[in-house]
């Protein structure tokens, strides 16, 4: 049985923040792998600021700077999926996306990586009572938030609660996409943010200049 990790996120860019997060819950949770799940430009409940094709694009280059990451298989530790992305616009929810991996992967165990400040909301998500009873979860600490106390709290969460493993990260890494979005269109450097190629990828193409808003 391998131990696979569902690592959903607009990725738009992609961080170093994001491939350590991942790195960090793959070595402490001995994922075998992580797949980086990018969600739709459709979605009605986000803006995001680039195409999906650019974004897919530098996840790629981003993650073919980590070829060295395997698993204890020899395979690469992380890969890109693009389930959502491929989904019918507005009609896919977590459920969706981890019912579709678990048919996938039948024999495997899945998680769904996800941090605490999204525990608040989770039992409002679509088919909650389904995604929260039948898939687990890591769920990485996030300042300000006490993930003990959320899950407790919420009636849905506490009583599936073996279903959640809770992981400090053990270092506060600030960066956001919406940080680095915000230095390139006011000129700034985020350089050592995220890899070179990326940030080469974006100056190349022109991204973030403006910002998209609703």
């Not at 994001?18 to 402490?28: L, N, Y």
């Amino acid at each position: 049985m391998r131990r696979i990790g569902i690592y959903g996120s607009s990725f738009d860019p992609i961080t170093y923040s994001h491939m350590f997060t991942a790195a960090a819950v793959a070595s402490r949770k001995r994922l075998d792998k992580v797949y980086f799940t990018p969600c739709s430009s459709m979605r009605r409940d986000k803006i995001l600021q680039t195409e999906d094709r650019h974004r897919v694009k530098m996840l790629e280059l981003a993650l073919g700077t980590c070829k060295n990451k395997t698993n204890r298989f020899g395979e690469p530790l992380f890969e890109i999926s693009l389930v959502e992305m491929n989904a019918l616009p507005g009609e896919t929810y977590t459920y969706d996306t981890m019912e579709h991996f678990r048919k996938q992967f039948p024999d495997d165990e899945i998680f769904f990586i996800m941090g605490a400040d999204l525990l608040e909301g989770l039992s409002r998500w679509g088919n909650a009572e389904k995604l929260v009873k039948n898939h687990k979860f890591i769920v990485m600490s996030r300042e300000g938030y006490h993930m003990d106390d959320l899950i407790a709290k919420d009636p849905l969460l506490r009583n599936n609660d073996e279903n959640f493993l809770t992981m400090s990260k053990g270092i506060s890494m600030g960066i956001s996409s919406s940080y680095i979005r915000g230095e390139i269109r006011n000129g700034g450097d985020p350089s050592f943010l995220l890899p070179d190629l990326v940030l080469d990828y974006i100056y190349k193409n022109q991204l973030y200049t403006k910002e998209v808003g609703r």
